[in-house]
């Protein structure tokens, strides 16, 4: 239990806090205002909101190994806390929300105040703690990090952000894997962003989490109330808060001290000693009492919190708490978007006891001495070791990855030996891979991996079907020494499971190198999760089988179209498309090295990713093709790295050029074979990156604009000798505009194949023929752009 004095510095603390991120918000939005004259949405009352709960964490509870998902809105508390430990600039303050000013939703990569997980999508930060538990649990279980302790994965939930459905799915996942060290606390202001909630939603809340093995602690009312309570009538008032509405006390919390005294006493008035104990309260005090609820109570949620340290079971504390606590705009329905006026800031700056000039000074109004508070502030166990963030060296990376010489095989079983190869080696990497899939583990082909290294649990558990001997192909045996997490069907968890385990070098300082799996088309189930684990800045692979309309008997549900296209737009993600294993091996060992490599910032003059590194997606097919019988020469595996290379050159006269991505190679191919006796010298690019290709080309333009006039991209230079009259048929089984743009470069005419629609069950023959991406699709298109006389083999095909 904390002392009188400790709890008296909290609470200015708490208010100091509050001052300032009221403040900052005030100031960004008064000096810059926006054009539109809008006001600047949500922070204030939803920051007030969480002021009692993050000052009795960030200045009292937390320790520095614990790691901090909070609320978006809550943003400008955050950073004022950080302000106050001197992690966070002044300078960024008065720029929130402007030019690299801190930022409106706390941000790992953007804010330079020592944010554990960035928030802002809602519902997404909350599971990632429930993830990032799961993480440590995995490194502690592999023997390493013996060094440090354990943290406690801490999120702080808007009620609203509740709704969303990624957080279930987390929660159900949590209770497979035997989650603990994990906190949720419910800032249960009953208040989102339109509205009031709903009456008796804690009661659904409380029923779900110990449903999944949760300990639920109520924070609802605060010592003020609890004293209250025990005087005489204390128990009517205590039923009388207990079955107002929602609504009702959110208008009356706004309303104020004499608005209680009349209602209540409306409804309480001559029943003895209730009225008495109303009575006997100035409004000042009426209305403290009233917004004395759990979550505003620092001996009620310092006593709660340590308890809950003192076991590891996960804990959902719901705090009620009020939004806009003691602003002037407190529990108004309206308040999400709501701003102090001039004339209320004034006000309120006054009862701060804040002089007007010094809004930023961090002991200004403080009524203890300077020197104590300054004292207990760098004494504060969260900030002992300085920076919370851990690094880790970076795994070598063998020089070659192999695989079996099959002469016919497709990219997804060619990952599968690669993988295989690598479990099967005891170097490095190999121990640090981890791989992950939501329930397509088998068919994605990671079945032999899983084979040699096993599942991941806690507690170890054996393949009954092993046991009892009954022949299977696979040994599905659970060890805390295995490196498969197997995840129930839900790509969101996917997603933000690989954001977790991608940050462990950070979060947890042990590397590792997680691998993803799942069927092409839901990435757009996971799209917001994968788009959050890469603004994160975590480093992960997605592998994603099969693809496109080739899966083609699986019919239309399961053909994806648009995702080369995700995979060119998503910042932190370099994608790949290869036809060949070759390729693949040596994308995968470059994808390896790229997910470790930490060069900070982008180079502005190119935003070029390589020595800053990211994440890798390999978009790869079920299609069996013939491998080309090859070796892979230094100079073909960068061409590769850079996204294409010739596998047959054009000549000086060429008329016309194919260029291909993926599992259509053998139809690119055979176009070009059949077209050979009517166009010149025709050409046939491989493309394995379009993503890559096409930045490379971006950044070459960008630094040539920006004065580096020799700067040339890889496309460029493979194009410079290609006569301008040629033209450039492009053909991917995806949405077309993946390989559109390359007409741009140098000028060439060009028509782009691909697939737009959503397509039907039948064989590759039948559906490439369908969507026009076959031979005969490539041969009838470079007619028409690279006119000459008819293509004999036309209508062979
Ligand atoms: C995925 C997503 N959808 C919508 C929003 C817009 N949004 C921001 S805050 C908010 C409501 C928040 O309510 P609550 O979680 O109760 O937090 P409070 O404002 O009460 O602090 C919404 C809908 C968002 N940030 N993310
Ligand atoms: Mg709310």
């Given at each position: 239990m904390?002392?009188a004095?400790?709890?008296?510095?909290?609470?200015e603390?708490?208010?100091?806090?509050l001052?300032?991120?009221?403040?900052t918000?005030?100031n960004?939005?008064h000096?810059?205002p926006n054009?539109?004259?809008m006001?600047?949405g949500g922070?204030?009352?939803?920051?007030a909101?969480?002021?009692?709960?993050?000052?009795?964490?960030?200045?009292?509870?937390?320790r520095?190994e614990d790691r901090?998902?909070?609320?978006?809105?809550?943003?400008?508390?955050y950073?004022a806390i950080q302000y106050l430990?001197?992690?966070?600039?002044?300078e960024?303050?008065?720029n929130?929300r402007?030019?690299?000013g801190a930022q409106s939703?706390?941000s790992r990569?953007?804010?330079i105040?020592?944010v554990?997980?960035?928030?802002?999508?809602?519902?997404l930060?909350v599971?990632q703690?429930?993830?990032?538990?799961?993480?440590?649990d995995?490194v502690?279980?592999?023997?390493?990090a013996?060094d440090?302790p354990?943290g406690?994965m801490i999120?702080?939930?808007?009620?609203a952000?509740?709704?969303?459905?990624?957080i279930f799915e987390a929660?159900?996942e949590?209770w497979?894997?035997?989650?603990?060290?994990?906190?949720?606390?419910?800032?249960?202001n009953?208040q989102s962003l339109?509205?009031?909630?709903?009456?008796?939603?804690?009661?659904r809340f409380?029923?779900l989490?110990?449903?999944?093995?949760?300990?639920v602690?109520v924070l609802?009312h605060?010592?003020?109330?609890?004293?209250?309570?025990k005087e005489?009538?204390?128990e009517k008032?205590?039923?009388?808060?207990?079955s107002?509405?929602?609504?009702?006390?959110?208008?009356?919390t706004?309303?104020?001290?004499?608005?209680w005294?009349k209602r209540?006493?409306d409804?309480l008035?001559?029943q003895?000693?209730?009225?008495r104990?109303?009575?006997?309260r100035?409004d000042?005090?009426?209305a403290e009492l009233?917004?004395n609820?759990?979550?505003h109570d620092?001996?009620s949620l310092l006593d709660?919190?340590?308890?809950?340290?003192g076991h590891?079971?996960?804990?959902c504390?719901?705090?009620?708490?009020?939004?806009g606590f003691g602003l002037p705009?407190?529990?108004?329905k309206?308040?999400?978007s709501?701003?102090?006026?001039?004339?209320?800031?004034?006000?309120?700056?006054?009862?701060?006891?804040v002089?007007?000039g010094?809004?930023?000074?961090?002991?200004?109004g403080v009524t203890i001495?300077?020197?104590?508070?300054?004292?207990?502030l760098?004494?504060?166990?969260?900030?002992?070791?300085?920076t919370?963030?851990?690094?880790a060296?970076?795994?070598p990376?063998?020089?070659k990855?192999?695989?079996?010489?099959n002469?016919a095989?497709?990219?997804?079983?060619g990952?599968g030996f690669i993988?295989?190869?690598l479990a099967?080696?005891d170097?490095a990497?190999?121990?640090?891979?981890v791989?992950?899939?939501?329930?397509v583990?088998v068919?994605?082909?990671l079945?032999?991996?899983?084979?040699?290294?096993?599942?991941y649990?806690r507690e170890?558990?054996v393949?009954?079907?092993?046991?009892e001997?009954?022949?299977s192909?696979?040994?599905?045996e659970f060890s805390?020494s295995?490196?498969?997490?197997e995840?129930?069907i839900?790509?969101?968890n996917?997603f933000?499971?690989?954001?977790?385990?991608?940050l462990s070098h950070?979060?947890?300082?042990?590397r590792?190198?997680?691998?993803g799996t799942l069927?092409?088309?839901?990435?757009y189930r996971?799209?917001?999760a994968l788009?959050y684990?890469?603004?994160?800045d975590?480093?992960f692979?997605i592998?994603a089988t099969?693809?496109?309309?080739?899966?083609?008997p699986e019919?239309?549900?399961?053909?994806?179209i648009g995702?080369?296209?995700?995979?060119m737009?998503?910042?932190?993600l370099?994608?790949?498309?290869p036809?060949?294993?070759?390729e693949?091996?040596?994308?995968?060992r470059w994808?390896f090295?790229y997910?470790q490599?930490?060069?900070g910032e982008?180079?502005?003059k190119t935003w070029?990713?390589?020595e800053?590194?990211g994440?890798v997606?390999?978009?790869?097919s079920?299609?069996?093709l013939?491998q080309?019988?090859r070796?892979m020469?230094?100079?073909l595996?960068?061409?590769?790295?850079?996204?294409?290379y010739w596998l047959?050159?054009?000549g000086?006269?060429?008329?016309?050029?194919?260029?291909?991505?993926?599992a259509v190679?053998?139809?690119?191919?055979q176009a070009?074979g059949l077209?050979?006796e009517?166009?010149?010298?025709?050409?046939?690019?491989a493309i394995?990156?379009a993503d890559?290709?096409?930045?490379?080309?971006t950044?070459?333009?960008r630094a040539?604009e920006?004065?580096?006039?020799?700067?040339?991209?890889?496309?460029e230079?493979?194009f410079?000798d290609v006569?301008?009259h040629?033209?450039?048929?492009?053909?991917?089984d995806?949405?077309p505009?993946?390989?559109?743009?390359m007409?741009?470069?140098?000028g060439h005419r060009?028509?782009?194949?691909g697939v737009e629609?959503?397509?039907?069950?039948?064989t590759?023959?039948?559906?490439?023929?369908h969507f026009?991406i076959?031979?005969r699709?490539i041969i009838?298109a470079?007619?028409?752009?690279?006119?000459g006389?008819?293509?004999r083999h036309?209508?062979?095909?």
């Amino acid at each position: 239990m904390a002392d009188a004095r400790h709890l008296s510095i909290l609470k200015e603390l708490e208010r100091k806090v509050l001052w300032l991120s009221t403040w900052t918000i005030h100031n960004a939005n008064h000096l810059r205002p926006n054009e539109d004259g809008m006001k600047i949405g949500g922070h204030q009352a939803s920051s007030a909101s969480l002021s009692t709960i993050l000052a009795a964490l960030y200045f009292s509870v937390l320790r520095p190994e614990d790691r901090v998902a909070v609320k978006p809105h809550a943003s400008p508390i955050y950073h004022a806390i950080q302000y106050l430990f001197g992690r966070q600039t002044r300078e960024k303050l008065e720029n929130f929300r402007g030019y690299k000013g801190a930022q409106s939703y706390p941000s790992r990569t953007k804010d330079i105040d020592d944010v554990d997980f960035s928030t802002g999508s809602v519902g997404l930060g909350v599971a990632q703690t429930l993830f990032a538990s799961l993480v440590q649990d995995y490194v502690k279980a592999h023997g390493w990090a013996k060094d440090k302790p354990e943290g406690r994965m801490i999120s702080l939930v808007g009620d609203a952000e509740m709704d969303e459905g990624n957080i279930f799915e987390a929660l159900l996942e949590g209770w497979k894997h035997g989650i603990r060290n994990t906190w949720w606390i419910i800032d249960y202001n009953r208040q989102s962003l339109d509205a009031v909630i709903r009456e008796g939603l804690w009661q659904r809340f409380e029923a779900l989490f110990r449903n999944f093995g949760w300990d639920v602690v109520v924070l609802k009312h605060g010592s003020l109330m609890q004293a209250a309570f025990k005087e005489p009538g204390g128990e009517k008032l205590r039923d009388w808060i207990d079955s107002c509405p929602n609504q009702l006390y959110s208008a009356l919390t706004y309303q104020g001290g004499a608005a209680w005294r009349k209602r209540l006493l409306d409804d309480l008035g001559d029943q003895g000693p209730v009225t008495r104990l109303i009575e006997k309260r100035s409004d000042e005090e009426l209305a403290e009492l009233m917004a004395n609820l759990g979550g505003h109570d620092l001996p009620s949620l310092l006593d709660a919190f340590e308890k809950a340290r003192g076991h590891d079971r996960p804990v959902c504390f719901l705090a009620y708490t009020i939004k806009g606590f003691g602003l002037p705009l407190a529990g108004h329905k309206d308040n999400h978007s709501g701003m102090l006026t001039p004339s209320q800031m004034e006000a309120w700056q006054k009862t701060q006891g804040v002089r007007p000039g010094h809004e930023w000074d961090k002991f200004e109004g403080v009524t203890i001495p300077q020197a104590e508070v300054e004292r207990f502030l760098s004494a504060v166990p969260f900030i002992q070791k300085g920076t919370r963030r851990y690094a880790a060296p970076a795994v070598p990376v063998p020089e070659k990855l192999t695989f079996p010489a099959n002469p016919a095989m497709s990219t997804q079983q060619g990952f599968g030996f690669i993988l295989n190869e690598l479990a099967r080696s005891d170097n490095a990497l190999a121990a640090r891979v981890v791989t992950t899939a939501p329930d397509v583990t088998v068919s994605t082909n990671l079945g032999a991996w899983v084979n040699r290294r096993g599942l991941y649990a806690r507690e170890s558990l054996v393949d009954t079907f092993k046991k009892e001997r009954i022949p299977s192909t696979y040994n599905w045996e659970f060890s805390p020494s295995g490196q498969h997490i197997e995840l129930g069907i839900a790509e969101m968890n996917l997603f933000i499971v690989l954001s977790a385990l991608g940050l462990s070098h950070s979060l947890f300082g042990e590397r590792i190198l997680p691998i993803g799996t799942l069927y092409d088309p839901f990435i757009y189930r996971g799209a917001d999760a994968l788009n959050y684990a890469c603004y994160q800045d975590a480093r992960f692979m997605i592998v994603a089988t099969p693809s496109g309309v080739t899966l083609a008997p699986e019919g239309g549900a399961h053909q994806s179209i648009g995702t080369p296209l995700v995979g060119m737009a998503q910042d932190g993600l370099a994608s790949f498309e290869p036809a060949f294993v070759d390729e693949l091996a040596v994308i995968m060992r470059w994808a390896f090295d790229y997910m470790q490599r930490e060069g900070g910032e982008p180079n502005e003059k190119t935003w070029l990713r390589d020595e800053t590194g990211g994440s890798v997606y390999l978009r790869l097919s079920t299609r069996t093709l013939e491998q080309p019988q090859r070796e892979m020469t230094p100079e073909l595996a960068d061409d590769i790295m850079a996204g294409a290379y010739w596998l047959r050159k054009p000549g000086p006269n060429a008329q016309v050029v194919v260029a291909y991505t993926g599992a259509v190679a053998p139809e690119a191919i055979q176009a070009v074979g059949l077209m050979a006796e009517d166009r010149r010298d025709i050409g046939l690019l491989a493309i394995t990156s379009a993503d890559r290709l096409n930045a490379g080309w971006t950044a070459a333009q960008r630094a040539r604009e920006r004065g580096l006039v020799h700067a040339r991209s890889h496309v460029e230079r493979l194009f410079a000798d290609v006569p301008p009259h040629c033209g450039l048929v492009t053909v991917i089984d995806g949405h077309p505009a993946t390989l559109a743009w390359m007409g741009s470069v140098m000028g060439h005419r060009t028509r782009s194949l691909g697939v737009e629609h959503f397509g039907q069950t039948g064989t590759v023959k039948d559906l490439y023929r369908h969507f026009g991406i076959d031979a005969r699709g490539i041969i009838a298109a470079a007619e028409m752009i690279a006119p000459g006389r008819p293509m004999r083999h036309l209508r062979a095909v």
